[in-house]
C-alpha cells in the first residue's frame, strides 16, 4: 500500500493513526474518523477503518484533496453563500463517496472498452 500520491502536481501523504489522536479532530472541532489537513498536505484516517468503511471515508477525503488542489473551493465559495460554505464542501465529498463508484460502474458497463478514467487535465486538452 502507498502513503502518498500526487493530485494536479501536488504531493499527498495519506497517514494511519489511532482513533482519539487530536489530527482527527476537524474544522468544527469534532473528533472524526478522517481529516484533510491542506496545510500539511496529509490525509489523516483511523487505524480503526476497514472495508467499506474504509473506502467510502478516504474517498470522501480525496475529495477535499480534489477540491484544494485543483482550487475548485473558489468556485464552490463563488456559488454558495459564505454560511454554506463548509456544508457544501462536505456535501460535495459525500457525493463522490456515496455515488462515484456506480457512476464509473455504469459508464464502464455501457462503454465497455470505450470507457477510459479521464484525469481533468486530459478533458481540458480534447475540448479546448
Known sequence: MIDEFYMNGLRWRVRF??????????????????????????????NELYGEKLNRVFIHELGHAALFSFDLI????????????????????????????????VAKDVLGNRFMYVEPYGIERLVA
Open 17 to 46: 493513526t489511532y482513533p482519539t489522536d487530536p489530527v482527527l479532530v476537524d474544522r468544527t472541532g469534532t473528533l472524526t474518523i478522517g481529516v484533510t489537513d491542506s496545510a500539511t498536505m496529509t490525509i489523516y484516517l483511523s
Open 74 to 105: 473558489s468556485d464552490l465559495h463563488r456559488m454558495v453563500k459564505r454560511k454554506y460554505w463548509l456544508e457544501a464542501e462536505e456535501w460535495a465529498c459525500n457525493f463522490l463517496a456515496d455515488y462515484s463508484g456506480m457512476i464509473f460502474g
